[in-house]
């Protein structure tokens, strides 16, 4: 079977757009942004004795999904990668996620005679203390960056309570654990129990079984999103920051001089560094880093004290600020544990942020010398501040509080806008043309001045006319839909590089089109319309061509008029007589005379005909066409041709004669 040209077209066509739908609806699934996940766990069996020693133990089973008590999972965009440790390692490619243990109802409606919750008379947890008793259950959290120093970040208790502060959604991981790459392990510990036997006079006889649930993995920011510097010492590097010493429970708000008495005297808990920037200015006494496409500015903790053993001296520590509170940021009393991390975010609104708070920072940081991503930022002001307290037992027991704090903004370098037909969503390029219109986009850019002019071009009389209808600032996601010439500015006010200018030409009338596609002025296109071009409908200018005419045919040459041109022409000549002869009355053959007269009449008209085809010259030669000219000159052949028949005629007479 044949298939014509424009059937296998259109079977081709069809093959690759579905080929296309399926391709789209594959990725629609590999790349689903968001998904939650279990996490597989370990469940640890202690028999009566409640007191959750996970690290020296062995435990029972793994568990898959959930167990009689409940299910833990994650949910994020979150991408598997090889693991860290031996346990379940995740990339994050965008936001944080989202850790939940969903309480199951196993336990809950069971009767008596089955196992039940029961309330777990212990405070501790794998050896630490939870401050409350487990009760009905507990959900613990803990952190570490290195899979083997634990700190305990959250803790609930009594959790199957009704009136419980627990939530099944009970932690969000943050940006400083994520840049950093962070193990993750979530302790579910509880008691259940079940009568054996009821007695009347007596308590019933019951028996006890201790669980804890252990879910341990692993989350690290995708490479995309833990920027462009390796550690602290990558350049261009600024330190920041010097230690205060604030007094003692004033909400680190006072600044004392270290002095040599003072237990922090000549040494620094730690440095804390700025870098992944371009380039470096300054704002009044405020840092200003500029960043370029692809940089990522990074904040850097270096620890260089054990925290238990403060330069070298082990009676010199981090204490515990269990109500610890911060004036400046407006923090109320809470426990800010050993070392509070605070970090202010200011828009570009100028709208102050809630300060970010990560408590017991300096016990997270526990690998001493060791560089500690604190977080990548964007555009926008920053203040940071680390309060710490610090507690000697030399002598009389004494604590004091100190701060490290600073500030500094982040700003684009660049000077780009970028326009965007506001119909198709597709970039606009420095002189491009839309029918739609198109709207700024900033790109994030927040501290850019961006003025706008729009001029109108229409008719004046023949030639266009250019008017300013107006000239302001713009700012980021202004749409401009009218017919118009704009053109928009950019200037960023912490470099010192030119402005940047670009125009977009909105409309589809001819003169928009011309300007757009010849990138000529108002002024160039009307001095190509003086000098005769013409402006089309589509845009283009042209001048009219004149066509070059066919020659016209040589007239024919018949026998009547064509004479032997080797033949000379003998103009006639009236012979001589004397007077006597000329008196004489002689009559002349009628004949003769008839063929004189004949004569003198063709040299009349041979004159004639000669000054007739002169005035024509004369005429066409004045006027300039050329196709008169061309005509003119064909004449002139067939007069000449003419004229030499009615010499030769004449010629010829004379002969007979």
């Known amino acids: 079977m044949k298939i014509s040209g424009k059937k296998l077209v259109v079977i081709l066509t069809t093959i690759i757009l579905m080929t296309t739908d399926i391709i789209s609806f594959k990725c629609d699934i590999v790349y ?18 409640p007191e959750y020693n996970i690290d020296t133990s062995n435990p029972k089973s793994t568990i898959k999904n959930q167990t009689k008590f409940g299910s833990f999972s994650v949910t994020g965009n979150l991408k598997p990668i090889e693991s860290k440790n031996n346990v379940p390692s995740y990339e994050v490619t965008s936001g944080n996620v989202q850790l939940s243990y969903e309480l199951g109802s ?31 259950g507990a959900v613990v959290l803990q952190t570490s960056f290195d899979g083997k120093n634990w700190v305990t970040d959250l803790a609930f208790t009594d959790v199957t309570y009704e009136d419980s502060e627990y939530v099944s959604d009970f932690y969000k991981t943050s940006n400083i654990q994520q840049v950093n790459g962070c193990y993750y392990r979530v302790i579910v510990a509880y008691m259940v129990e079940k009568v054996t036997k009821k007695n009347k006079l007596w308590f019933d006889d019951s028996v006890w079984e201790n669980y804890a649930e252990v879910y341990t993995f692993y989350l690290v920011n995708d490479s995309e999103n833990t920027g462009n510097t390796t550690s602290a010492a990558t350049t261009p590097r600024k330190e920041m920051g010097e230690k205060v010493n604030t007094g003692k429970d004033n909400g680190y708000s006072g600044k004392l001089a270290i002095t040599s008495d003072d237990p922090h005297y000549g040494w620094d808990i730690g440095t804390f560094t700025v870098n992944g920037y371009t380039r470096e200015t300054v704002d009044g006494d405020v840092p200003v880093f500029l960043k370029n496409v692809g940089d990522k500015v990074t904040l850097w903790f270096t620890l260089k004290q054990d925290i238990k053993c403060l330069n070298g001296n082990s009676k010199l520590y981090i204490n515990e600020d269990k109500d610890g509170e911060d004036q400046h940021f407006e923090i109320s009393k809470t426990n800010l544990r050993h070392g509070a991390l605070i970090i202010q975010y200011t828009d570009y609104e100028n709208v102050v942020h809630k300060p970010v708070i990560y408590t017991d920072y300096l016990a997270a940081n526990t690998r001493t010398n060791a560089d500690t991503k604190v977080e990548l930022f964007e555009e926008g002001d920053y203040e940071v501040a680390l ?37 198709s969503g597709k970039e606009l390029s420095d002189g ?32 266009y006319k250019r008017d300013v209808r107006f000239s302001r600032p713009a700012k980021d996601g202004d749409e401009y839909t009218d017919e118009g010439v704009y053109t928009f500015t950019v200037k960023n006010l912490y470099t010192d590089s030119a402005p940047m200018t670009k125009t977009i030409y909105v409309g589809d ?40 005419p066919e020659p ?55 004159m004639g005909a000669v000054i007739v085809v002169l005035l024509l010259a004369l005429v066409i030669v004045l006027s300039g066409n050329k196709k008169k000219q061309k005509k003119l000159e064909a004449q002139l052949r067939a007069s000449d041709e003419t004229k030499k028949e009615i010499e030769n005629d004449s010629q010829n007479n004379e002969e007979e004669n």
């Open 32 to 49: 689903a942004k968001e998904s939650k996940i279990s996490i597989d766990g370990s469940l640890y069996f202690f028999g009566e004795d």
């Open 106 to 136: 196993v336990y809950d409606t069971a009767d008596e005679f089955s196992w039940h919750y029961a309330y777990a008379p212990t405070k501790k947890v794998n050896g630490e203390s939870l401050g409350k008793d487990i009760d009905s």
């Open 387 to 423: 309060d710490y307290e610090i507690k000697n037992t030399e002598g009389i027991n004494s604590v004091s509080d100190y701060k490290i704090s600073f500030k500094f903004k982040i700003r684009n370098g660049n000077s780009m806008v970028y326009p965007f037909d506001v119909e």
């Open 432 to 463: 491009a043309i839309t029918s739609n219109g198109f709207k700024l986009d900033m790109a994030k850019s927040r501290y850019l001045t961006i003025d706008v002019e729009r001029a109108v071009v229409g008719l004046d009389g023949e030639l």
């Open 509 to 548: 009338s001819p003169i928009m089109k011309a300007m757009a596609s010849t990138k000529k002025s108002v002024e160039e296109i009307n001095e190509l319309l003086s000098e005769g071009a013409i402006l089309d409908m589509d845009g283009t200018i042209s001048f009219p061509v004149i066509e070059e």
């Open 552 to 606: 016209e045919p040589e007239p024919e040459v018949t026998s009547e008029t064509s004479v032997d041109k080797s033949e000379e022409v003998v103009p006639f000549e009236p012979k001589a007589v004397d007077e006597e002869q000329a008196t004489k009355t002689v009559p002349e053959p009628e004949e003769n005379n008839t063929e004189m007269n004949l004569g003198g009449n063709v040299l009349v008209i041979a």
